[in-house]
C-alpha cells in the first residue's frame, strides 16, 4: 500500500520558516520523481516544486529563491525547507510522485496547511 505522509506545516508570520515532510512507503522511494504542490482557498492547486531522482530540482517562479527541495533517499523522505514567508504563500501543500521507475501513477498525500500571517 502506498502512502505519502505530509508533516510540518503550521501557523507562523510573515518573514518566518517552515520545513514541510513527506514520508513516503510502499515505493521504491529513490527511483520517483517528487512534487510538492499547493492549494489556496478559492485557488487552483498549483505545483511548486520539482525534484527528479537525480536530484535536479526546478521551482515556481513565486518561490525560487526562497523554497528548497530536498530529499533523504535512506529515510524515504522528501522535505521543503521554506523561507521568507509571504501571506501568499498560505495554502495546503501537497507532495506527490510525478513518476516512480516506470510507473506513471500519481500518488498525493493527504496535505498539510501552511498559514501566513502579516
Known amino acids: 500500500q502506498v502512502q505519502l505522509v505530509e508533516s510540518g506545516g503550521g501557523s507562523v508570520q510573515a518573514g518566518g520558516s517552515l520545513k514541510l515532510s513527506c514520508v513516503v512507503s510502499g515505493l521504491i522511494f529513490s527511483r520517483c520523481t517528487m512534487a510538492w504542490n499547493r492549494q489556496a482557498p478559492g485557488k487552483e492547486r498549483e505545483l511548486v516544486s520539482i525534484m527528479s531522482r537525480d536530484g535536479t530540482t526546478s521551482y515556481v517562479d513565486s518561490v525560487k529563491g526562497r523554497f528548497t527541495i530536498s530529499r533523504d533517499n535512506a529515510k524515504n523522505t522528501l522535505y521543503l525547507q521554506m523561507n521568507s514567508l509571504k501571506t501568499e504563500d498560505t495554502a495546503v501543500y501537497y507532495c506527490?510522485?510525478?513518476?516512480?521507475?516506470?510507473?506513471?501513477?500519481?500518488?498525493w498525500g493527504q496535505g498539510t496547511q501552511v498559514t501566513v500571517s502579516s
Open positions: 506527490r510522485t510525478v513518476v516512480c521507475g516506470t510507473t506513471s501513477l500519481t500518488y
